[in-house]
């Protein structure tokens, strides 16, 4: 007889997802932000959800461990988020503080000129969550 185990995984996420609007390419995004807000990202390996859908990812990490990710929502082949096609890029960000400094920090994207639309999306509703989790391979 066969015994089946299930995992539930019911924890709440720790990161926060902003969803970006803007017609320019990543790397410019990037640095619009790292001038304006006083970051530091850096291009990471592209994140991988499958074996043809590839999308571009910067991060930063603070002193203070506050981490940054963007990714793009779409490749040649797909949206890292079907449900939300018209959603150019994703921020993620790690923040024992998000809730205090949340509306600065919006406010602040919202004044780059080349950012049409930010808002926080409710990661509850999102189907494909699991696709904002990361396996990076430390050596």
């Known amino acids: 007889m066969k015994t089946r185990l299930t995992l539930d995984c019911s924890g709440e996420l720790d990161f926060a997802v902003l969803a970006i609007n803007s017609h320019i390419k990543a790397y410019k995004l990037c640095w619009n932000i790292n001038k304006l807000l006083k970051l530091n990202f850096e291009k990471k390996k592209d994140h991988r959800i499958k074996e043809e859908l590839w999308f571009a990812r ?16 779409h490749s ?5 988020i079907p449900s939300q096609k018209s959603v150019n890029f994703f ?49």
Do not use: P
């Not at 080349?114 to 050596?139: G, P, Q």
């Open 76 to 80: 040649k082949k797909g949206c890292l």
């Open 91 to 139: 921020l993620l960000i790690k923040n024992d503080y998000w809730q205090q400094e949340k509306t600065e920090f919006i406010s602040k994207l919202r004044e780059i000129k080349d950012i049409l639309l930010v808002f926080e999306l409710d990661t509850k509703l999102i189907k494909h969550i699991d696709r904002f989790i990361f396996n990076d391979k430390k050596n």
């Open 58 to 73: 910067y991060m930063y990490v603070c002193d203070d461990d506050v981490e940054y990710t963007l990714l793009a929502n």
